[in-house]
């Protein structure tokens, strides 16, 4: 009986139609339009100008705070103009607009394909190589990692949890990184061990992804502390604190980080990601997006350039389908969907999902009829229909105890309303307004 | 590029799930009972199942288009399963008149007059049938023989002639040779309603509710459960004042009212616990009404009293919450 | 028979009887003194509870305005400065006149001139469509046409036109209550001075986006050209961000920057039909005679 989270779940339907696409890279973009806000906290500040050259893996803005992430160009050229661009969050934000000229790269990195398993750093130097390189949770939180690693006066890690998990329908950039670079995986994950001084790190993996688990199943031997763990097809275990309840069977406390329990998790592509930075002085400037849908010619799996255009990576799928409804980025299930595909990829970018028209508009609302399949399918516990009621009648304060700001907005209650109620768009506007009244309160 | 794209938030895809597939299960799964109401009570099942289906169908579309001026909801199922569900609870014999008066009542007030569907806190179609119940005692409680039945069966029905027996100071053993056997209680071969004869029909659907998750196990379980242990322990005590809990099970709407009634999604609670405080609740006051009221039949009563209390239990029992703090 | 009728009649009558003393016993012994000009200045104010004094409903400004020793923040904005005057009077203080105000709709991007270029489709409330995007066209300042700011008023003055898109305001009814202002989540209604025979001019745009753009995505936006700011005689007009702003306690209603305005971004209501200059002739849009 492969391990699970209890509370909720539910099982939409795969559709991994890239399941066994090799990673390849796109044709390289004519530009690119590199944001300095793709990860949480403050806007990295810029440090390039009109007319500057770059080559691949220039420092171009720096972390601006605590909380905060270096950027660095994904391409070698010339330096257009920085300006607000509108990016996949339906927001115009500030980006270096760069354009590209071959493809040089910064003489620091290291282009060699040979494996390195050993390095005499320890483990402040790694979190330091980290965070010079700009990484940030790849999972779609792009959280900065290095503040991950280093946890609060008080608080141990135990152990290290790598998520394979990908429970998002048609997303398979994770997968097919753990079949291709499974060593390089491994390797990350040793390092992320070493950074957080644990003993023990496992790899989650759904069992929809038989070869991966093979994969890293055989590689864990020759690797110290790193298990491989098989878990159920079911959503959203993908998400860190269903996660570590599936692993390790414990429950982070609402309102607490994982680090409360013991435990970090890291996506898979952040543990590759920390290989290359590590060993091979690598910044983060490209990473793996599933681009896929059911209309599209070539769906695949890119390894593509920080900032390339969404437009430029349909192209090379296949170019738009003509019935195309709505384009998400992300996966269907918690994704964003794009106004235009003039957007950049960003460091939080795990997919681009092509929907035909037919499936890209939402059935006709109707009354709830209290079935309670809403609350049996929340992965926190909570109460839906009852949290949209509350949004929607503005009752703030009842919101919060009801624990409205537990929810991480994983979709499964609005996906299996037989009434098709808007729940998410209600709770989200009530998570947002509490936390400005808490915000409030506080000062 | 001539589409413009659709944005809305997530999530993007939708399970299949929807209102009338839920309806139209639970109309599947009353199929079994309707087959061996018309073997053993004849045509006439077919006939007050129509008349009943077909009026709560013209009076939810008539008010909502005429009255309310509302779209009309009749294409979601839950008018057909009101009507079925009425026609299940009534004798067979019941002047049409009657019936078409007890959908206006169960449509118009238990359902419409609170705001449609999944607004009401009673169940509809026991409105209809408590309405019908005290306006005409005397049609309600004439009940037809089944058609195996040979001369002089009274057309009374076992919940019935066992209350007259005690209420005419007899003990349990001399009223039971008056009572039709166990098999026959099983399989439908009595006197009754269309959904009081046969448990075995309901038993089925019951299964089959349970196999595409339009039920889960914990309002049928609580409910017969509760009448089970609770008559086995009066049983127990008293043998000859109190008849044995299978029996109770397999009679009168018990099995109608515990997996199809009293599981109604809009007036059951919502979280597992919630639901089977208010199974046990049914269990308990069915069981005093038929053993201590002056009812025959106690679990249509006891099924809106807890529909009342339904709020309350949505409101005080909370699902577990994850990482779940005081 | 007439026994019981007897008893009956005395024991209802006996537990009445002792049910008022108790209950006057009570109301005098738990009395809450109130004080009565409460009353009086409550049954002055108009009674719409709709707080936009800024206090909980009709009573409590009642209430405030009794205690307080003048009536400088207290201002009903529905009965105006009649009922002010009133209430000062039987208070016997100095009543504080405010110009009346109404409401307007800073947007014209109506479907016409503003095209769209993705479509919504979420739950329909502009608070919802704001947390995630900025609006169905490339303005982002515009208005969202979901009608929050409808079901918020207390009087029956806006209504969302079906036609255009955007909620229209009648003026007759509008009180500057201020809910209206305070539902939209971009922000896009203003509270002006209230000029004779209801006329306005204002203008219709929030965009604060440098020209090229701003006209790109509206045809009626505001440029931030600057042409009525040079041509207002009373210093009335400012651009800020590119975004024109009509100051309405300095506007003195000439209508020379309506005639000016090269994309008709300002807005004249309830005037006459002007005489059309050459150099202005362009397709005007006026939402009351259209």
Redesign the interface.
Known sequence: MLKTFK?GG?H??ENKLTADKKIIQPPMPKTVSIAVAQHIGSPATVIVKKGDQVKVGTHVANSSGFVSSNIHSSVSGTVVRIDDVMMPS???KTAVIIDVENDEWDESIDRTPDLITETPLDAKAIIQKILEAGIVGLGGATFPTNIKLSPPPGMKAEILLINGVECE?YLTADHRLMIEKGDEVMVGTSLLMKALNVSKAVIGIENNKPDAIKNLTQLARKYKGIEVCALQVKYPQGGE?QLI?AITGK??????LPISVGAVVDNVGTAFAVYEAVMKNKPLFERVVTVTGKGLKSPSNFLVRIGTPVKDLIEAAGG?PES?????NGG??????????DVPVQKGTSGI?V?P?S?????E?????????C?SA??????P?LLMTLSAKKIWDRSETS?IL?CM?C?SC???????R?L???I??GK?TVSKIIRSRKQ | MSNIFTISPSPHIKGDESVPKIMYGVVVALIPALIMSTIFLGLNSLKVSFIAVAACVAFEYLIQTYILKIKATINNGSAIITGILLAFNVPIGLPVWMIILGSLVAIGIGKLSFGGLGQNPFNPALVGRVFLLISFPVQMTTWTAPVTAIDSFTGATPLGILKEGVKSGKAISEITHQLPGYFDMFWGNISGSMGEISAIALIMGGLYLLWKRIITWHIPVAVLGTMAIFQGILWGINPEKFIDPVFHLITGGAMLGAIFMATDMVTSPMTPKGQLIFGIGIGILTICIRDFGAYPEGISFAILIMNGFTPLINARIKPKQFGGSK | MSDTLIYTVLVISTIGIISALILYYVSQKFKVFEDPRIDIVEAILPGANCGGCGLAGCRAFAEACVNANELKNLFCTVGGNESMDSVATSLGLTAIFKAPRTAVVRCNGTCAHRPKTSQFDGASTCAIEFSLYSGESDCSFGCLGLGDCVPVCNFDAIHLNSVTGLPEITDEKCTACGACVEACPKMIIELRKQMPKFRKIYVACMNKEKGGIAKKACEVACIGCGKCEKVCEFDAIQITNNLAFIDSEKCKLCRKCVSVCPTNSILETNFPPQKIKPEAATEKYNPIEA
Do not use: W
């Open positions: 509370l539910v939409p339907k339906g927001y115009k329908p604190k309840n429950e982070v406390p609402s309102g607490q738009l195309t409804g709505k384009v998400i269907p299930m918690m994704g964003k969907a794009i106004t235009t595909l999902l929907m028209e499936e890209s508009f939402r059935s609302e109707k009354p709830c009829i209290r079935c309670g399949k609350i929340c992965p926190m516990g909570l109460e229909y624990h537990d907005e979709g609005a996906y299996t309303c037989p009434s098709s808007p998410l768009d209600f989200r506007l947002s």
